[in-house]
Antibody
Framework: QVQLLESGPGLVKASETLSLTCTVSGGSISSSNWWNWVRQSPGKGLEWIGEIYHSGTTNYNPSLKSRVTISIDKSKRQFSLKLTSVSAADTAVYFC???????????????????WGQGTLVSVSS | DIQMTQSPSTLSASVGDSVTITCRAS??????LAWYQQKPGKAPKLLIY???SLEDGVPSRFSGSGSGTEFTLTISSLQPDDFATYYCQQFSSYSTFGQGTKLEIK
């Protein structure tokens, strides 16, 4: 079964860039799943950040789009998150997750998060 | 943006009880809804997808229903392991989660 493991700094200074990596094991990063980042903070609950397909196609949360970049390195079986210009509001536990795809009536929907990493706390300091 | 609103925010129940959590979407999401269970310090766990389909390995006491804008998660015959926080999530347009329902022991 798929296992996901987040890695990266636990402390980032305000106005700088948050960078996290998720390593995929037990399954192919080139499968039909989308690879996602989700965060959880006490103030905003669970918030979807964005997703990437093995082709490199991305979708981002409109509220974060201007600051987010998700990339993939298939040779390393990793996908990564960069969030620029962070503030205290970006302090959260960041999860990576695999997203199943369902199709109906000619439309396909990703967003069923069947496997999750354990999460990593990132704090933003002033 | 599609907003998801869960009720209640907190629910107190006893082992053996049956409980229902409601989730409302701000617009029609057909059946593109999932339910997750989360325990403290852990990642969410997928329970139900496409409103009523039970994820493999999830006990049959969990069931989901609804379509359009109103959905329910029902847990029958509560077990001690069921006390946790539950989230609904829509994936009709991007992805958004409800604010969560904490199920606590009465």
């Amino acid at each position: 079964q798929v296992q996901l493991l987040e890695s990266g700094p636990g402390l980032v200074k305000a106005s700088e860039t948050l960078s996290l990596t998720c390593t995929v094991s037990g399954g192919s990063i080139s499968s039909s799943n989308w690879w996602n980042w989700v965060r959880q903070s006490p103030g905003k609950g669970l918030e979807w950040i964005g997703e990437i397909y093995h082709s490199g196609t991305t979708n981002y949360n409109p509220s974060l789009k201007s600051r987010v970049t998700i990339s993939i390195d298939k040779s390393k079986r990793q996908f990564s998150l960069k969030l620029t210009s962070v503030s205290a509001a970006d302090t959260a536990v960041y999860f990576c997750a695999s997203g199943l795809v369902l199709c109906s009536g000619g439309n396909c929907y990703s967003g069923i998060y069947d496997y999750w990493g354990q999460g990593t706390l990132v704090s933003v300091s002033s | 943006d599609i907003q998801m609103t869960q009720s209640p925010s907190t629910l107190s129940a006893s082992v053996g009880d049956s409980v229902t959590i409601t989730c409302r979407a701000s617009q029609n999401i057909n059946s593109w809804l999932a339910w997750y269970q989360q325990k403290p310090g852990k990642a969410p766990k997928l329970l139900i997808y496409k409103a009523s389909s039970l994820e493999d390995g999830v006990p049959s006491r969990f069931s989901g229903s609804g379509s359009g804008t109103e959905f329910t998660l029902t847990i029958s015959s509560l077990q001690p392991d069921d006390f946790a926080t539950y989230y609904c999530q829509q994936f009709s347009s991007y992805s958004t989660f409800g604010q969560g329902t904490k199920l606590e022991i009465k």
